[in-house]
């Protein structure tokens, strides 16, 4: 039992923690918006993540080449779709007039434009995900493996493990958004500079799947 749940902590860590697109979405939502409104974000792995842990169950690694390059193109996309929206965001400063309106607001809690815009950027981080394969490789190639082998053992392991795994991608993801959200909170320029950042990280990996797709590997 205590081998997997080390193994889900972990995992769902280093999926949290590592560069990718979803990370550089949840620090552009977090330094656009507001942590209140960028940390539903954090929570569309739980949405998201079925399909993949279905296909890793099913295939066990072994995705056609050609529907990883439809994967890579369609994420690609939707990323530069999403870096452009957010451009247009950062230039025209329409978030950083929302965010002291929040501030004005009763004792900076979320009204209900605010709550649209977080379930918002909830649907299209879950949507990002649905386009990304890398949750599709991940799950086909290292958790899947494990996740069957502790349903072999116990359907009850094989769910502590998906918990565990999940308990630490979302607060992972979670700790992100804060951390950037505060220290966007601490200035104008600082904001807009993280912000900046993350719509380039954002176009970068866009083309990066748009590269894969063209080029896979």
């Known amino acids: ?45 739980l949405a998201s993540d ?17 529907l990883q390059r439809v994967l890579y193109a369609a994420g690609g996309i939707f990323l530069l779709w999403l870096a452009r929206r957010a451009f247009v965001r950062w230039r025209s400063g329409d978030e950083g007039r929302a965010r002291r309106g929040a501030s004005r607001g009763s004792g900076g809690a979320p009204k209900d434009g605010h709550k649209g815009e977080a379930r918002a950027g909830f649907l299209q981080a879950v949507a990002m995900n649905l386009f990304n394969p890398a949750p599709f490789l991940f799950w086909s190639l290292v958790s899947g493996p494990i996740l069957l082998r502790a349903w072999s053992a116990s359907p009850w392991l094989a769910a502590a493990f ?3 795994f999940y308990f630490a991608l979302v607060g992972t993801n979670a700790a992100i958004v804060l951390v950037f959200g505060f220290a966007a909170s601490r200035g104008q320029r600082l904001r807009r500079a993280l912000q900046g950042l993350s719509i380039l990280a954002m176009l970068a990996f866009g083309l990066l799947q748009l590269s894969r797709a063209a080029h896979p590997f």
Not at 10 to 31: T, V
Not at 50 to 66: T, Y
């Open 1 to 45: 039992m205590l081998e997997y749940v080390l193994e889900a902590l972990a995992l769902g860590f280093a999926a949290g923690a590592q560069p990718g697109a979803m990370q550089a979405y949840l620090i552009e939502r977090a330094a656009g918006s507001g942590w209140r409104r960028a940390l539903p974000a954090a929570f569309a792995p």
């Open 50 to 66: 079925g399909p993949a842990i279905v296909a890793s169950a099913a295939l066990l690694g072994v995705l056609p080449a050609s």
């Open 162 to 164: 998906l918990g565990v």
